[in-house]
């Protein structure tokens, strides 16, 4: 019996076997072919690129932060004050986070970087802007206890489907090692949209918005956080989330973002 059914059973595994190199040669083609007639493009500019969404002339556009800069606020200075010199908004509005830094400057390219990953489900983005940001932020994360992105409203992120700080945070996580609390941090009331507000506004209405779950408390307490966020404007939304984590008992909150409103006017003093 076993002498009957064993060129059977082989021919079998033949024609299966070829089944799969055919769908595999037939899934490749397809793909090549969708690839060929749908390429990737550029979110700024759409013109066609291979890689993370940029193209290379987008890329030469995007203004990355370095030194010199506000070592409290991370805000570029056009010439090198001197060490620990910080800028005039730091002294005149300091901020209950310890320091901040940013990717980018928010330009038309970062601001288009943002919004495609933000409001057009664009997360294949996230991993590029991760690794900026990780880089921006090596100082902080080398002495960080764990990451926190500020959340959204569970309104919002139904709507949403996703939370874009928190997906930065996970690609800096996986970069650094460093661990995420995702969950800590909640929004506890819904806000208003922050765009068009003024920096009074914005401050009133994010405030006592944010608040730890008491189940996270043991996440916070005691330890260094780094807040993650997208875009840092006029810092409201980050200082009610640094209040927040502070009265949780954070030793310490830093704030990294992928890019931030830079007013090129402001010297250092």
């Excluded at 890689?51 to 995007?62: F, N, P, Q």
């Excluded at 056009?78 to 830094?101: C, F, H, K, Q, W």
């Excluded at 970062?110 to 997360?123: F, G, M």
């Excluded at 989330?241 to 006017?265: E, G, P, Y």
Aim: some cysteine; overall charge positive.
């Amino acid at each position: 019996m076993d002498a009957q059914t064993s060129p059977s059973r082989s021919l079998t595994g033949h024609l299966r076997g070829a089944w799969r190199l055919a769908h595999g040669a037939w899934a490749h083609a397809a793909k090549l072919a969708l690839d060929i007639a749908l390429p990737t493009l550029c979110v700024a500019c759409r013109e066609p690129v291979d890689g993370e969404g940029v193209c290379a002339g987008c890329w030469a556009k995007l203004s990355f932060i370095a030194p010199p800069y506000c070592p409290r606020l991370g805000i570029p200075f056009v010439y090198d004050p001197g060490p620990d010199l910080l800028s005039m908004e730091a002294i005149a509005n300091p901020p209950a986070y310890a320091r901040a830094r940013a990717a980018v400057r928010y330009d038309d390219v970062a601001r288009t970087l943002v919004h495609a990953l933000k409001y057009q489900d664009r997360t294949d983005l996230a991993p590029a802007m991760g690794r900026w940001m990780a880089r921006a932020g090596r100082e902080l994360l080398g002495e960080a206890d764990v990451l926190v992105p500020v959340p959204l409203h569970w309104r919002r992120g139904w709507s949403r489907r996703y939370n874009q700080s928190g997906a930065l945070a996970r690609v800096i996580e996986r970069q650094t090692g460093v661990k995420l609390a995702a969950e800590a941090l909640r929004r506890v009331r819904p806000t208003q949209q922050q765009i068009g507000l003024s920096r009074s506004q914005r401050a009133s209405n994010v405030q006592g918005a944010f608040k730890v779950a008491p189940d996270r408390a043991a996440d916070i307490q005691g330890r260094r956080v780094v807040l993650i966020d997208d875009v840092l404007t006029t810092g409201a939304t980050t200082d009610a989330c640094a209040r927040a984590l502070l009265r949780a008992k954070a030793a310490s909150v830093d704030v990294l973002v992928f890019a931030r409103v830079v007013d090129t006017f402001k010297a250092p003093i």
